[in-house]
C-alpha cells in the first residue's frame, strides 16, 4: 500500500506529494546571472491542482521544471512522497521519472513528426518495461487513446494528420501511458485555437477527476487556471507573491499584482466551464 493511502485506498491529502523549500533556480554565472525562481516555499497535495500563473519571464517553467529534476536547483530543495529528487540516482531515478510526467505548450515540438502516434506512445511503454508483448503494448495504446477521446485507430496516422488540438490529446495520452501521480501542465492550451481550449481543459479536468492525479498547471491566464485548479499561486519575478483557493484569488486577491493580472482577464467568470 502506498504511505499516502488510507486502508479505502483513497490518498492521504494532509500529506504534500511535492513540496519545496527555499527553491531557487539561477541560470548563468556572475553578471550574467538569472535568478529565476527565488526562494519558493510550496507543496501540492495528492490529487490537488495548483495552478501556478503570472507574466511570461516570471519563471513558471523554471519551477516547474525543477520540480521534476529537468532544471537542478541552486539551491533550496525539491521533495517527492518525501524524499529530495536531487538525490535520486539510477533506478530510484527511472521510477521517480514514471510518476511525474509533463505536457508542454506545443504539442507538435513535442511529438517527433516521423513516427506514428501509436509508436510515441508505445516507445513510453518500453523504455520503462511496460507492456512486456507488442500485443499488449498496441492494445494499452489504444485504450489511451480512448481515454483521451481520440479514435484508437488514430494510433497509425502520424502527427501531422491531426489538429493542435488532437496533439495535445495524444501528448496527454501519452503523459498518461505510465499512470502518473504528478503532472506538469506548462500552458498545455496556449498554443491552440480558443475554440478548442475548453475542451482540453475538460479532458484535463476529467483525466485528474478519474485519476486522482496532483497537477501544477501552469499558464499566464488566470481564466484557463481557474477552470481547472482549486488553488492558485501567483508568481512574480521568480517569487510566490500570493497563494490561496482559486476563488479567493480571482474573487478577493490580496496582492497588487494579483489585481493587475485579473484586470486583464476580460470575464474570468464561465471559461471552460461545463464546455
Ligand atoms: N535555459 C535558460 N538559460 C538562461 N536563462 C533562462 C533559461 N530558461 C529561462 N531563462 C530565463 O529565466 C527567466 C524565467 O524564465 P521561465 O521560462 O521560467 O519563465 P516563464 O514564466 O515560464 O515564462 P514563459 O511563459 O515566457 O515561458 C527568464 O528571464 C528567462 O529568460
Given at each position: 500500500?502506498?504511505?499516502?493511502?488510507?486502508?479505502?485506498?483513497?490518498?492521504?491529502?494532509?500529506?504534500?506529494?511535492?513540496?519545496?523549500?527555499?527553491?531557487?533556480?539561477?541560470?548563468?554565472t556572475g553578471?550574467?546571472?538569472?535568478?529565476?525562481?527565488?526562494?519558493?516555499?510550496?507543496?501540492?497535495?495528492?490529487?490537488?491542482?495548483?495552478?501556478l500563473?503570472?507574466?511570461?519571464?516570471?519563471?513558471?517553467?523554471?519551477?516547474?521544471?525543477?520540480?521534476?529534476?529537468?532544471?537542478?536547483?541552486?539551491?533550496?530543495?525539491?521533495?517527492?512522497?518525501?524524499?529530495?529528487?536531487?538525490?535520486?540516482?539510477?533506478?530510484?531515478?527511472?521510477?521517480?521519472?514514471?510518476?511525474?510526467?509533463?505536457?508542454?505548450?506545443?504539442?507538435?515540438?513535442?511529438?517527433?513528426?516521423r513516427?506514428?502516434?501509436?509508436?510515441?506512445?508505445?516507445?513510453?511503454?518500453?523504455?520503462?518495461?511496460?507492456g512486456?508483448?507488442?500485443?499488449?503494448?498496441?492494445?494499452?495504446?489504444?485504450?489511451?487513446?480512448d481515454?483521451?477521446?481520440?479514435?484508437?485507430?488514430?494510433?497509425?496516422?502520424?502527427?501531422?494528420?491531426?489538429?493542435?488540438?488532437?496533439?495535445?490529446?495524444?501528448?496527454?495520452?501519452?503523459?498518461?501511458?505510465?499512470?502518473?501521480?504528478?503532472?506538469?501542465?506548462?500552458?498545455?492550451?496556449?498554443?491552440l485555437?480558443?475554440?478548442?481550449?475548453?475542451?482540453?481543459?475538460?479532458?484535463?479536468?476529467?483525466?485528474?477527476?478519474?485519476?486522482?492525479?496532483?497537477?501544477?498547471?501552469?499558464?499566464?491566464?488566470?481564466?484557463?487556471?481557474?477552470?481547472?485548479?482549486?488553488?492558485?499561486?501567483?508568481?512574480?519575478?521568480?517569487?510566490?507573491?500570493e497563494?490561496?483557493?482559486?476563488?479567493?484569488?480571482?474573487?478577493?486577491?490580496?496582492?497588487?499584482?494579483?489585481?493587475?493580472?485579473?484586470?486583464?482577464?476580460?470575464?474570468?467568470?464561465?471559461?471552460?466551464?461545463?464546455?
Amino acid at each position: 500500500m502506498n504511505a499516502m493511502e488510507d486502508t479505502s485506498g483513497r490518498k492521504d491529502r494532509r500529506i504534500p506529494l511535492v513540496e519545496t523549500g527555499g527553491l531557487e533556480v539561477t541560470y548563468g554565472t556572475g553578471r550574467e546571472k538569472v535568478r529565476a525562481v527565488r526562494g519558493v516555499d510550496l507543496a501540492i497535495a495528492p490529487g490537488e491542482a495548483l495552478g501556478l500563473v503570472g507574466e511570461s519571464g516570471c519563471g513558471k517553467s523554471s519551477l516547474g521544471r525543477a520540480l521534476l529534476r529537468l532544471e537542478d536547483p541552486s539551491s533550496g530543495e525539491v521533495l517527492f512522497e518525501g524524499s529530495p529528487v536531487t538525490g535520486l540516482r539510477g533506478a530510484a531515478l527511472k521510477a521517480f521519472r514514471r510518476r511525474a510526467q509533463i505536457i508542454f505548450q506545443d504539442p507538435f515540438g513535442s511529438l517527433n513528426p516521423r513516427l506514428k502516434v501509436g509508436r510515441a506512445i508505445e516507445e513510453v511503454l518500453h523504455i520503462h518495461g511496460l507492456g512486456a508483448d507488442n500485443p499488449a503494448r498496441r492494445r494499452r495504446v489504444r485504450e489511451l487513446l480512448d481515454d483521451v477521446g481520440l479514435e484508437p485507430a488514430f494510433a497509425d496516422r502520424y502527427p501531422h494528420e491531426f489538429s493542435g488540438g488532437q496533439r495535445q490529446r495524444i501528448c496527454i495520452a501519452r503523459a498518461l501511458a505510465l499512470d502518473p501521480v504528478f503532472l506538469v501542465a506548462d500552458e498545455p492550451v496556449s498554443a491552440l485555437d480558443v475554440s478548442v481550449q475548453a475542451n482540453i481543459l475538460d479532458l484535463l479536468r476529467r483525466i485528474r477527476a478519474e485519476r486522482d492525479i496532483a497537477m501544477l498547471f501552469i499558464s499566464h491566464d488566470l481564466a484557463v487556471v481557474r477552470a481547472v485548479c482549486e488553488r492558485i499561486a501567483v508568481m512574480k519575478d521568480g517569487e510566490i507573491v500570493e497563494t490561496g483557493t482559486a476563488d479567493q484569488v480571482c474573487d478577493r486577491p490580496r496582492h497588487a499584482y494579483t489585481k493587475k493580472l485579473l484586470s486583464a482577464v476580460p470575464d474570468l467568470a464561465g471559461i471552460g466551464e461545463g464546455a
